[in-house]
Structures are given as C-alpha cells and as structure tokens.
C-alpha cells in the first residue's frame, strides 16, 4: 500500500465513523424526545384525572417507531464477506 492508499482508506474509514455517530446522537435525541413529550402525556392524564390510561397510545406507537430507529442505529453493519457473495450472485 501507498501512503495515497492509506490515506483514501483513512478518510473513508473516518467518513463513516462520523455517519455512525451522527446516528447515534439523533437516536439519543430522538429517546429523549420520546420521554420528555410522554412524560408531558402522562402529567396532563394525572392531572385531569379522565380514569383510562390514553397515553399509553402514543407511548406504545412512538415505541415501535423507537425500536425500528434503535435497529438501524445499532444492527451490525454488512460484512465484506456478504458483499463479495452478492457480488458473485450478480454478475
């Protein structure tokens, strides 16, 4: 390998770890949006006292939007070895 070589492969590599984090950080954002506006749900249900539980609604539809986020965040990314066998089955 040439020093160029490196060098390509070293922004590449640092490319994609500031992409990974960026992810990271607006699932954090999004998790703690998700608990502030739940929270504000659930102090208005306590207050007003209506009996049924609505918030649970909200908390239980923004969760599964949580959980498919929190999927793309963290699953493992695609393995080279995947990415060649693909690429055989292609051509």
């Given at each position: 390998?040439?020093?160029?070589?490196?060098?390509?492969?070293?922004t590449d590599l640092r490319a994609?770890?500031?992409?990974r984090l960026?992810?990271?950080?607006?699932?954090?954002?999004?998790?703690?949006?998700?608990a502030v506006v739940n929270a504000v749900l659930i102090a208005v249900w306590a207050l007003t006292w209506?009996?049924?539980f609505w918030?649970?609604?909200?908390m239980l539809g923004w969760?599964?939007?949580?959980?498919?986020?929190?999927w793309d965040v963290y699953r493992p990314p695609i393995s080279e070895p995947a990415i060649?066998?693909?690429?055989?089955s292609l051509r």
């Open positions: 390998m040439t020093d160029i070589d490196v060098n390509v492969e070293d994609r770890a500031v992409a960026n992810k990271k950080r607006e699932f954090r954002a999004h998790v703690f949006v998700y209506t009996g049924f918030p649970v609604f909200p969760g599964i939007g949580i959980v498919f986020h929190a060649e066998r693909e690429m055989r």
